[in-house]
């Protein structure tokens, strides 16, 4: 559960805003998003590669 304390006198907006940052940071959307469609061992490992080769490209470019 997600609690965000308030402050006396502090604005409802600033309140929503930490908690949607806080919501985020949880990553539960992007949890649930995942759990909606399968995808395959091989697919994910064929995308985790393709992360690892496009990652080491860009530190090979920044040195």
């Keep these: 559960m997600i609690i965000v304390p308030l402050k006396e006198g502090e604005n409802i907006e600033r ?12 990553g ?5 998003r995942r ?9 994910t490992g064929r995308k985790q ?3 690892a080769v496009y990652v ?3 530190q090979q470019s920044e040195d």
């Design 28 to 32: 539960v959307v992007k949890e649930l």
């Design 49 to 51: 590669k393709l992360h």
């Design 56 to 58: 080491q490209k860009l």
């Design 35 to 43: 759990r909606q469609a399968f995808e395959k061992p091989s697919v």
């Design 15 to 26: 309140a929503l805003k930490k908690f949607k940052r806080k919501y985020e940071k949880t």
